[in-house]
Protein backbone atom coordinates (compact mmCIF):
# COMPACT_ATOMS: atom_id res chain seq x y z
CA UNK A 1 0.00 0.00 0.00
CA UNK A 2 0.92 3.52 -0.73
CA UNK A 3 -0.04 6.84 1.63
CA UNK A 4 -0.33 10.50 0.10
CA UNK A 5 -0.21 13.27 2.02
CA UNK A 6 -0.58 16.68 0.28
CA UNK A 7 -0.29 20.21 1.57
CA UNK A 8 0.02 23.58 0.48
CA UNK A 9 -3.77 24.83 -0.77
CA UNK A 10 -5.17 27.58 0.38
CA UNK A 11 -7.00 30.94 -0.80
CA UNK A 12 -5.38 33.06 -3.20
CA UNK A 13 -6.22 35.95 -5.58
CA UNK A 14 -6.42 35.59 -9.26
CA UNK A 15 -3.07 35.98 -10.69
CA UNK A 16 -1.72 34.52 -7.77
CA UNK A 17 0.62 31.82 -7.11
CA UNK A 18 0.87 28.43 -4.65
CA UNK A 19 3.03 25.36 -4.24
CA UNK A 20 1.41 22.02 -3.67
CA UNK A 21 3.38 19.32 -2.25
CA UNK A 22 2.74 15.29 -1.78
CA UNK A 23 4.67 12.87 0.03
CA UNK A 24 4.29 9.05 -0.72
CA UNK A 25 5.33 6.41 2.07
CA UNK A 26 4.61 2.83 2.00
CA UNK A 27 5.57 0.26 -0.87
CA UNK A 28 6.45 3.33 -3.42
CA UNK A 29 8.76 1.37 -4.92
CA UNK A 30 5.71 0.26 -7.09
CA UNK A 31 5.15 4.21 -8.07
CA UNK A 32 5.83 4.78 -11.73
CA UNK A 33 4.19 7.79 -11.62
CA UNK A 34 2.31 11.03 -10.04
CA UNK A 35 0.43 13.23 -10.56
CA UNK A 36 -1.79 16.06 -9.65
CA UNK A 37 -5.81 15.89 -9.93
CA UNK A 38 -8.66 18.26 -9.75
CA UNK A 39 -12.47 18.07 -8.70
CA UNK A 40 -14.89 21.05 -8.98
CA UNK A 41 -18.13 20.74 -7.50
CA UNK A 42 -20.52 18.95 -10.02
CA UNK A 43 -17.48 18.06 -12.69
CA UNK A 44 -15.55 15.25 -12.42
CA UNK A 45 -11.86 14.35 -11.63
CA UNK A 46 -9.71 15.24 -14.32
CA UNK A 47 -5.76 15.22 -14.55
CA UNK A 48 -3.70 18.71 -14.45
CA UNK A 49 -0.01 17.44 -14.23
CA UNK A 50 1.85 14.29 -14.24
CA UNK A 51 5.01 13.22 -13.99
CA UNK A 52 7.21 10.27 -14.27
CA UNK A 53 10.05 8.39 -12.73
CA UNK A 54 12.19 9.33 -15.82
CA UNK A 55 10.63 12.97 -16.15
CA UNK A 56 7.73 12.50 -18.94
CA UNK A 57 5.49 15.37 -17.72
CA UNK A 58 1.95 15.65 -19.14
CA UNK A 59 -0.32 18.57 -18.65
CA UNK A 60 -3.75 19.79 -19.11
CA UNK A 61 -4.28 22.07 -21.87
CA UNK A 62 -5.78 24.68 -19.47
CA UNK A 63 -2.71 24.57 -17.58
CA UNK A 64 -0.37 24.42 -19.90
CA UNK A 65 2.15 27.67 -19.56
CA UNK A 66 1.14 28.74 -15.98
CA UNK A 67 1.49 25.44 -13.83
CA UNK A 68 4.35 23.09 -13.63
CA UNK A 69 5.02 19.76 -12.36
CA UNK A 70 8.11 18.19 -10.64
CA UNK A 71 9.37 15.13 -8.23
CA UNK A 72 11.84 14.20 -6.11
CA UNK A 73 12.13 10.32 -6.96
CA UNK A 74 14.70 9.72 -3.75
CA UNK A 75 11.98 11.20 -1.65
CA UNK A 76 9.02 9.74 -3.92
CA UNK A 77 7.46 13.74 -4.03
CA UNK A 78 5.84 15.51 -5.84
CA UNK A 79 5.33 19.34 -6.84
CA UNK A 80 3.33 21.47 -8.19
CA UNK A 81 4.07 25.40 -8.88
CA UNK A 82 0.64 26.95 -10.01
CA UNK A 83 1.39 30.44 -11.64
CA UNK A 84 -1.43 33.38 -12.65
CA UNK A 85 -4.21 31.24 -11.17
CA UNK A 86 -7.55 31.64 -11.98
CA UNK A 87 -11.12 31.44 -10.81
CA UNK A 88 -11.91 28.27 -12.81
CA UNK A 89 -8.57 26.93 -11.23
CA UNK A 90 -10.75 26.70 -7.78
CA UNK A 91 -11.33 22.95 -6.91
CA UNK A 92 -10.10 20.07 -4.54
CA UNK A 93 -6.62 19.02 -5.51
CA UNK A 94 -5.50 15.45 -5.21
CA UNK A 95 -2.11 13.50 -5.24
CA UNK A 96 -2.79 10.47 -7.22
CA UNK A 97 0.02 7.51 -7.98
CA UNK A 98 -0.03 4.96 -10.32
CA UNK A 99 2.08 1.73 -11.55
CA UNK A 100 2.05 2.51 -14.52
CA UNK A 101 2.21 5.84 -16.83
CA UNK A 102 -0.31 4.83 -19.04
CA UNK A 103 -2.54 4.30 -15.49
CA UNK A 104 -2.26 7.84 -14.81
CA UNK A 105 -5.70 8.98 -15.80
CA UNK A 106 -7.92 9.48 -13.14
CA UNK A 107 -10.01 6.02 -14.07
CA UNK A 108 -6.65 4.48 -13.52
CA UNK A 109 -5.01 5.76 -10.69
CA UNK A 110 -3.86 3.29 -8.26
CA UNK A 111 -3.44 5.66 -4.75
CA UNK A 112 -4.75 9.05 -3.89
CA UNK A 113 -4.12 11.63 -1.26
CA UNK A 114 -7.14 12.88 0.73
CA UNK A 115 -7.13 16.33 -1.24
CA UNK A 116 -6.19 19.78 -0.14
CA UNK A 117 -8.85 22.89 -1.44
CA UNK A 118 -7.46 25.59 -4.00
CA UNK A 119 -9.43 29.03 -4.00
CA UNK A 120 -9.11 31.61 -6.25
CA UNK A 121 -10.77 34.87 -5.77
CA UNK A 122 -11.63 36.88 -8.69
Known amino acids: QVQLVESGGGLVQAGGSLRLSCAAS????????MGWYRQAPGKQRELVAA???????DYADSVKGRFAISGDNANKSVFLQMNLLRPEDTAVYYC????????????????WGQGTQVTVSS
Open 51 to 57: ISNFGST
Open 26 to 33: GSTSTIYA
Open 96 to 111: GAARKWYDRRPDKVDY
